[in-house]
C-alpha cells in the first residue's frame, strides 16, 4: 500500500468518523426538539396507506409537477442521491486498492448502467436547478429587494453549499467511473465495454496516455475528494439542524408520512380541533379545563410535534410565498419566512426548554430573555423591510401581529409545498390564542363578533330579513316548520347563508339557484329565520368559542329537521358544513350549487337554449340573469383548493351556448385569493395593495364581459374591485356574475319562461358524470 493510500485512508477515516458522531448527535437534538411539541395521535393510522401515499410522492413527485422543469431536474437530483449511495462505499475500497469493486453487485451490467444514467442525470439536473435558482435570484427580480423572487429571503449560501456539493459529487462519480474503464483497458479485464460503461466509457479516453499506476493514483485522489466532500456535507449539516436546504432530503420522507390525511390529500379543508394535551377540547365541560390550558399556541412549544417537524422539513424553495396572495400584495406575510422563523426561533429555545429548572441559570441572560420573548408582537418593522418582521432571537417578538392577521386561509401555501407543510393549521393555532388568551386582534373583528353572538350573521341585522331574498318569486319557497315538517320531504334543504339572505348582490345568486331548481323540479325547503352564520369567520380568526356556539346550534337546527341533503351557495359555508360540522357530530351530504346544476343540466332536467344576446344587459335584484359572450372565471380558494371542486362550474359555462371560457393566468391549483378569506372579509387592508384589485385587474384583462363566481365573498370583493376600475373609465360593460345567473339567462326564453326539454338546440358536452 503507497503512503498515498495511508494518508487517503487515515484523513477519510477520522472524516467520516467525527461525521457520523455529529449526524447521531444532531439526530438526538432534533428527536429532543419534536419531543418538545404537544402530543398528536392523530397522524399514525392506516400505516399501509400512509406508505402508499409516500411511495406515490416520493417516486412521483406528484408535490413537484406544479413546476415540471424542476420537477424532472429534483427527481434525477434526489434519486441519485440514493442510488449512488454505493459509490461512496465503493469508494472506500478504492482508497485500499483502486481496481476494489463491490461483491456479487460491481461489475453486474445492470448496476453499472444505473450508476451511470443517475451519475449524468444527477449532474445535468443539479446544473439546471442552479440555473434556475440564478434566474430567479433576487437581483433581477421584481418588487422591492426583489421580493418577487420565490428565494427571497432563502438562505443563499447554504442553497449554494448544498448545490456545489452535489455538483462535485457527481464530477467524482463521473471521473471515477471514466478511470475504472481507463484502468480495465490497461488491465484488459475485457470490462471496458459499452455494457459496463455506457456513458462514462468515452470520457476515459482522456486517461489513456497515462501509466497504469498513474491512473490507480488518480483513483484513489478522487475516489478521496469525493468522500471528503460527502462527509465534510454530512459535519456541516450536523453543525446547522436549521439548514433546511439540506435536511429536507431527510425529514420530508416523515413529514409526508405523517400528513394529516393517510390518503394523500392536501391538508386544507377542515381546521384541525383546538387541542389541549393532545386532545379536542370539550366545549360542553369546558369549566373542567385547567386554568393554565393553553389555548391555541402562544410559544414555539404550544405547536405539536408535527408542527415543529414541519418547521425543519422547510426547503425554503419559496413556493408558498410565490403564491401567497398577502406576499404578492407586498404585505409582510411570506409563509416560507414564517416557517423559517419558527424553525429557528424553536432551535433557539430549545436549549432552555431542555434544560432542567436547577441547570437554566447557567445558560446565561440571552437563553433567559429569548424564554420570555412573546411569539406575537410588535417588532417595529418597516413595509418596506419586511424581512424585519420575523426575528427569531428577538428581542420584541418573534414574528409581528401584522404577518398573522395578513393571511387570507387560502391555502396557496400548503398547496404548493412540495414537503406537506400545514401553514394554514399554524397560523390558526396562533391566532386562536391571540383572541382566546391575550384577547389582541384587529379592532374590525370585535363588530364582527359581537354581531355573531348577539345576531348570528356578520351584518348583524335582524333574523326574520333573512328571507327578504324571497320575495316576489314566481312561486312559494318553502320553510321547514312552517310549510315542511322534516328536510326528507324535500330533496334538498337550501342552506342560503348569511351573505345569500342579507347581501344585496348574493342575493342574486340566491334567488337564481332558486328559480333553477324550481325549473328543474327538484324541491328544497329553507330554514328561514332559524338559519344562523356557520362561524367560518369566526374560527378562521381564531374565535374558537364563538365558532363553537354557532356550529353546535346549526347541527342542532338541521339534524332536528332530519337534514341528509344540503346545497349552498357560499364556498365558505359549503367547507365548513361538510367538512368541520362532522367534528361536532353533524354528518350531512353537502354539495355546492355549482355542482348540483350542472348535475342537472347533463341529465337535461335543465336545457341550456338561449344565447348571450337573447338576454342583454346587466342583473337587477328582480332579474337576476346575465350573460354575456365571453367570461373569464374566478376560483374561490375553499371551493376550489379546500376542496377540489374545479371542474363544475367550467362545465357549466361550457354548456351554455354562445358563451367562450377565457381563463386567467392564475388558475384552478394556483387561482389567486379575492381577499376575504380568513376573516379578513370584515378586516381593513391597510398594509401594501389590495388583493382584491390585483385579482380584478387580471379578470379584465382577459377581455371578458363576465366575471363569474360561485362563492359571495368573492362576489362582494371583485365587485369592489370592479367598482373602483369603472371609477377610473375601465371595463364599464363587464359584470361580476354567479355562473347561476348566467344558467339562468341560458335556460330561459326570450320572454322569461323557462325553455322545454324538447326544444334544447345545443348538446351537453362530455358526457362524463360531473363530480358531486
Same mark, same amino acid.
Request: glycine share 8%.
Given at each position: 500500500?503507497?503512503?498515498?493510500?495511508?494518508?487517503?485512508?487515515?484523513?477519510?477515516?477520522?472524516?467520516?468518523?467525527?461525521?457520523?458522531?455529529?449526524?447521531?448527535?444532531?439526530?438526538?437534538?432534533?428527536?429532543?426538539?419534536?419531543?418538545?411539541?404537544?402530543?398528536?395521535?392523530?397522524?399514525?393510522?392506516?400505516?399501509?396507506?400512509?406508505?402508499?401515499?409516500?411511495?406515490?410522492?416520493?417516486?412521483?413527485?406528484?408535490?413537484?409537477?406544479?413546476?415540471?422543469?424542476?420537477?424532472?431536474?429534483?427527481?434525477?437530483?434526489?434519486?441519485?442521491?440514493?442510488? @449512488?449511495?454505493? *459509490? =461512496?462505499?465503493?469508494?472506500? #475500497?478504492?482508497?485500499? /486498492?483502486?481496481?476494489?469493486?463491490? !461483491? +456479487?453487485? %460491481?461489475?453486474?451490467?445492470?448496476?453499472?448502467?444505473?450508476?451511470?444514467?443517475?451519475?449524468?442525470?444527477?449532474?445535468?439536473?443539479?446544473?439546471?436547478?442552479?440555473?434556475?435558482?440564478?434566474?430567479?435570484?433576487?437581483?433581477?427580480?421584481?418588487?422591492?429587494?426583489?421580493?418577487?423572487?420565490?428565494?427571497?429571503?432563502?438562505?443563499?449560501?447554504?442553497?449554494?453549499?448544498?448545490?456545489?456539493?452535489?455538483?462535485?459529487?457527481?464530477?467524482?462519480?463521473?471521473?471515477?467511473?471514466? @478511470?475504472?474503464? *481507463? =484502468?480495465?483497458?490497461?488491465? #484488459?479485464?475485457?470490462? /471496458?465495454?459499452?455494457?459496463?460503461? !455506457? +456513458?462514462? %466509457?468515452?470520457?476515459?479516453?482522456?486517461?489513456?496516455?497515462?501509466?497504469?499506476?498513474?491512473?490507480?493514483?488518480?483513483?484513489?485522489?478522487?475516489?478521496?475528494?469525493?468522500?471528503?466532500?460527502?462527509?465534510?456535507?454530512?459535519?456541516?449539516?450536523?453543525?446547522?439542524?436549521?439548514?433546511?436546504?439540506?435536511?429536507?432530503?431527510?425529514?420530508?420522507?416523515?413529514?409526508?408520512?405523517?400528513?394529516?390525511?393517510?390518503?394523500?390529500?392536501?391538508?386544507?379543508?377542515?381546521?384541525?380541533? @383546538?387541542?389541549?394535551?393532545?386532545?379536542?377540547?370539550?366545549?360542553?365541560?369546558?369549566?373542567?379545563?385547567?386554568?393554565?390550558?393553553?389555548? %391555541?399556541?402562544?410559544?414555539?412549544?404550544?405547536?405539536?410535534?408535527?408542527?415543529?417537524?414541519?418547521?425543519?422539513?422547510?426547503?425554503?424553495?419559496?413556493?408558498?410565498?410565490?403564491?401567497?396572495?398577502?406576499?404578492?400584495?407586498?404585505?409582510?406575510?411570506?409563509?416560507?419566512?414564517?416557517?423559517?422563523?419558527?424553525?429557528?426561533?424553536?432551535?433557539?429555545?430549545?436549549?432552555?426548554?431542555?434544560?432542567?429548572?436547577?441547570?437554566?441559570?447557567?445558560?446565561?441572560?440571552?437563553?433567559?430573555?429569548?424564554?420570555?420573548?412573546?411569539?406575537?408582537?410588535?417588532?417595529?418593522?418597516?413595509?418596506?423591510?419586511?424581512?424585519?418582521?420575523?426575528?427569531?432571537?428577538?428581542?420584541?417578538?418573534?414574528?409581528?401581529?401584522?404577518?398573522?392577521?395578513?393571511?387570507?386561509?387560502?391555502?396557496?401555501?400548503?398547496?404548493?409545498?412540495?414537503?406537506?407543510?400545514?401553514?394554514?393549521?399554524?397560523?390558526?393555532?396562533?391566532?386562536?390564542?391571540?383572541?382566546?388568551?391575550?384577547?389582541?386582534?384587529?379592532?374590525?373583528?370585535?363588530?364582527?363578533?359581537?354581531?355573531?353572538?348577539?345576531?348570528?350573521?356578520?351584518?348583524?341585522?335582524?333574523?326574520?330579513?333573512?328571507?327578504?331574498?324571497?320575495?316576489?318569486?314566481?312561486?312559494?319557497?318553502?320553510?321547514?316548520?312552517?310549510?315542511?315538517?322534516?328536510?326528507?320531504?324535500?330533496?334538498?334543504?337550501?342552506?342560503?347563508?348569511?351573505?345569500?339572505?342579507?347581501?344585496?348582490?348574493?342575493?342574486?345568486?340566491?334567488?337564481?339557484?332558486?328559480?333553477?331548481?324550481?325549473?328543474?323540479?327538484?324541491?328544497?325547503?329553507?330554514?328561514?329565520?332559524?338559519?344562523?352564520?356557520?362561524?367560518?369567520?369566526?374560527?378562521?380568526?381564531?374565535?374558537?368559542?364563538?365558532?363553537?356556539?354557532?356550529?353546535?346550534?346549526?347541527?342542532?337546527?338541521?339534524?332536528?329537521?332530519?337534514?341528509?341533503?344540503?346545497?349552498?351557495?357560499?364556498?365558505?359555508?359549503?367547507?365548513?358544513?361538510?367538512?368541520?360540522?362532522?367534528?361536532?357530530?353533524?354528518?350531512?351530504?353537502?354539495?355546492?350549487?355549482?355542482?348540483?346544476?350542472?348535475?342537472?343540466?347533463?341529465?337535461?332536467?335543465?336545457?341550456?337554449?338561449?344565447?348571450?344576446?337573447?338576454?342583454?344587459?346587466?342583473?337587477?335584484?328582480?332579474?337576476?340573469?346575465?350573460?354575456?359572450?365571453?367570461?373569464?372565471?374566478?376560483?374561490?380558494?375553499?371551493?376550489?383548493?379546500?376542496?377540489?371542486?374545479?371542474?363544475?362550474?367550467?362545465?357549466?359555462?361550457?354548456?351554455?351556448?354562445?358563451?367562450?371560457?377565457?381563463?386567467?393566468?392564475?388558475?384552478?391549483?394556483?387561482?389567486?385569493?379575492?381577499?376575504?378569506?380568513?376573516?379578513?372579509?370584515?378586516?381593513?387592508?391597510?398594509?401594501?395593495?389590495?388583493?382584491?384589485?390585483?385579482?380584478?385587474?387580471?379578470?379584465?384583462?382577459?377581455?371578458?364581459?363576465?366575471?363569474?363566481?360561485?362563492?359571495?365573498?368573492?362576489?362582494?370583493?371583485?365587485?369592489?374591485?370592479?367598482?373602483?376600475?369603472?371609477?377610473?373609465?375601465?371595463?364599464?360593460?363587464?359584470?361580476?356574475?354567479?355562473?347561476?345567473?348566467?344558467?339562468?339567462?341560458?335556460?330561459?326564453?326570450?320572454?322569461?319562461?323557462?325553455?322545454?326539454?324538447?326544444?334544447?338546440?345545443?348538446?351537453?358536452?362530455?358526457?362524463?358524470?360531473?363530480?358531486?
Amino acid at each position: 500500500m503507497s503512503a498515498l493510500q495511508l494518508v487517503a485512508l487515515v484523513v477519510c477515516g477520522v472524516v467520516t468518523l467525527v461525521a457520523i458522531a455529529l449526524f447521531a448527535r444532531v439526530i438526538r437534538h432534533f428527536l429532543s426538539v419534536f419531543r418538545l411539541g404537544a402530543p398528536d395521535a392523530t397522524r399514525t393510522d392506516d400505516k399501509g396507506t400512509r406508505t402508499v401515499t409516500l411511495l406515490r410522492e416520493f417516486l412521483g413527485h406528484t408535490r413537484m409537477s406544479r413546476l415540471p422543469v424542476v420537477a424532472v431536474a429534483h427527481w434525477f437530483t434526489m434519486i441519485s442521491f440514493g442510488v @449512488l449511495f454505493f *459509490t =461512496l462505499v465503493n469508494a472506500f #475500497g478504492q482508497l485500499a /486498492d483502486p481496481e476494489f469493486a463491490l !461483491p +456479487l453487485i %460491481g461489475h453486474f451490467f445492470l448496476y453499472e448502467w444505473v450508476t451511470d444514467v443517475f451519475a449524468f442525470g444527477g449532474f445535468i439536473g443539479i446544473v439546471l436547478l442552479m440555473a434556475i435558482r440564478q434566474k430567479n435570484h433576487p437581483r433581477s427580480a421584481a418588487g422591492e429587494g426583489g421580493r418577487r423572487s420565490r428565494f427571497f429571503g432563502s438562505n443563499f449560501w447554504q442553497a449554494y453549499y448544498v448545490e456545489l456539493t452535489i455538483l462535485g459529487v457527481t464530477i467524482c462519480i463521473g471521473l471515477l467511473r471514466a @478511470l475504472e474503464w *481507463t =484502468l480495465a483497458r490497461k488491465l #484488459g479485464t475485457g470490462h /471496458d465495454t459499452a455494457l459496463h460503461f !455506457p +456513458l462514462t %466509457g468515452w470520457i476515459g479516453n482522456a486517461f489513456t496516455g497515462l501509466s497504469t499506476d498513474s491512473v490507480k493514483n488518480l483513483i484513489v485522489v478522487i475516489a478521496a475528494i469525493k468522500i471528503l466532500i460527502s462527509f465534510a456535507w454530512m459535519i456541516t449539516i450536523s453543525l446547522q439542524p436549521t439548514m433546511g436546504v439540506a435536511w429536507h432530503r431527510f425529514l420530508a420522507f416523515f413529514n409526508i408520512f405523517l400528513k394529516r390525511h393517510a390518503d394523500g390529500r392536501t391538508s386544507l379543508g377542515e381546521l384541525q380541533p @383546538l387541542m389541549v394535551k393532545g386532545e379536542p377540547v370539550d366545549f360542553e365541560n369546558i369549566e373542567e379545563l385547567d386554568e393554565d390550558a393553553a389555548l %391555541g399556541v402562544g410559544k414555539v412549544e404550544d405547536f405539536t410535534w408535527k408542527g415543529l417537524l414541519d418547521f425543519s422539513t422547510c426547503t425554503e424553495c419559496g413556493r408558498c410565498q410565490s403564491q401567497c396572495p398577502a406576499w404578492n400584495t407586498d404585505k409582510p406575510l411570506s409563509p416560507k419566512m414564517l416557517i423559517m422563523t419558527l424553525r429557528d426561533h424553536a432551535n433557539a429555545k430549545a436549549p432552555w426548554l431542555l434544560a432542567a429548572e436547577a441547570d437554566r441559570e447557567g445558560l446565561g441572560a440571552d437563553a433567559k430573555a429569548l424564554a420570555e420573548v412573546p411569539l406575537i408582537g410588535e417588532t417595529g418593522y418597516s413595509i418596506t423591510d419586511p424581512l424585519a418582521a420575523y426575528n427569531p432571537h428577538g428581542p420584541d417578538a418573534v414574528i409581528d401581529q401584522d404577518v398573522l392577521w395578513s393571511c387570507t386561509t387560502c391555502g396557496a401555501c400548503v398547496e404548493q409545498c412540495p414537503v406537506d407543510i400545514e401553514h394554514v393549521d399554524a397560523i390558526v393555532d396562533m391566532r386562536r390564542y391571540q383572541n382566546l388568551i391575550e384577547s389582541a386582534f384587529p379592532n374590525e373583528l370585535g363588530g364582527l363578533f359581537k354581531n355573531l353572538e348577539n345576531k348570528g350573521n356578520p351584518w348583524g341585522m335582524a333574523a326574520r330579513a333573512r328571507l327578504d331574498w324571497a320575495k316576489d318569486l314566481p312561486f312559494p319557497v318553502k320553510i321547514l316548520g312552517q310549510d315542511v315538517d322534516s328536510a326528507d320531504d324535500v330533496d334538498y334543504l337550501f342552506w342560503v347563508g348569511c351573505a345569500g339572505a342579507y347581501e344585496d348582490r348574493a342575493k342574486k345568486t340566491t334567488r337564481a339557484v332558486a328559480e333553477l331548481l324550481d325549473q328543474a323540479g327538484v324541491s328544497f325547503a329553507i330554514l328561514g329565520d332559524g338559519e344562523s352564520c356557520t362561524g367560518d369567520s369566526a374560527r378562521r380568526a381564531g374565535n374558537e368559542f364563538l365558532f363553537q356556539m354557532l356550529a353546535q346550534q346549526n347541527v342542532e337546527t338541521l339534524n332536528e329537521v332530519g337534514a341528509t341533503k344540503i346545497v349552498v351557495t357560499c364556498a365558505h359555508c359549503f367547507n365548513t358544513i361538510k367538512n368541520e360540522y362532522p367534528q361536532l357530530g353533524g354528518k350531512y351530504e353537502v354539495v355546492h350549487h355549482t355542482q348540483l346544476l350542472n348535475r342537472l343540466v347533463r341529465e337535461k332536467k335543465l336545457v341550456p337554449v338561449a344565447r348571450p344576446a337573447d338576454s342583454p344587459g346587466k342583473s337587477t335584484l328582480k332579474n337576476v340573469a346575465s350573460t354575456a359572450e365571453t367570461v373569464t372565471y374566478h376560483d374561490p380558494c375553499y371551493l376550489g383548493r379546500h376542496n377540489g371542486v374545479y371542474a363544475p362550474p367550467r362545465e357549466l359555462i361550457g354548456a351554455l351556448p354562445g358563451v367562450e371560457l377565457k381563463e386567467m393566468e392564475r388558475t384552478k391549483e394556483k387561482s389567486f385569493c379575492c381577499g376575504a378569506g380568513g376573516a379578513r372579509m370584515w378586516m381593513e387592508e391597510k398594509l401594501g395593495t389590495r388583493i382584491n384589485t390585483n385579482r380584478t385587474e387580471e379578470a379584465i384583462a382577459t377581455g371578458a364581459e363576465r366575471i363569474a363566481i360561485g362563492c359571495p365573498f368573492c362576489r362582494v370583493m371583485l365587485s369592489d374591485g370592479l367598482t373602483a376600475a369603472q371609477s377610473e373609465g375601465k371595463a364599464e360593460e363587464v359584470e361580476v356574475v354567479d355562473v347561476a345567473q348566467m344558467l339562468l339567462a341560458a335556460v330561459k326564453r326570450p320572454g322569461g319562461e323557462a325553455a322545454p326539454e324538447a326544444e334544447a338546440s345545443e348538446p351537453t358536452p362530455d358526457p362524463e358524470p360531473a363530480p358531486v
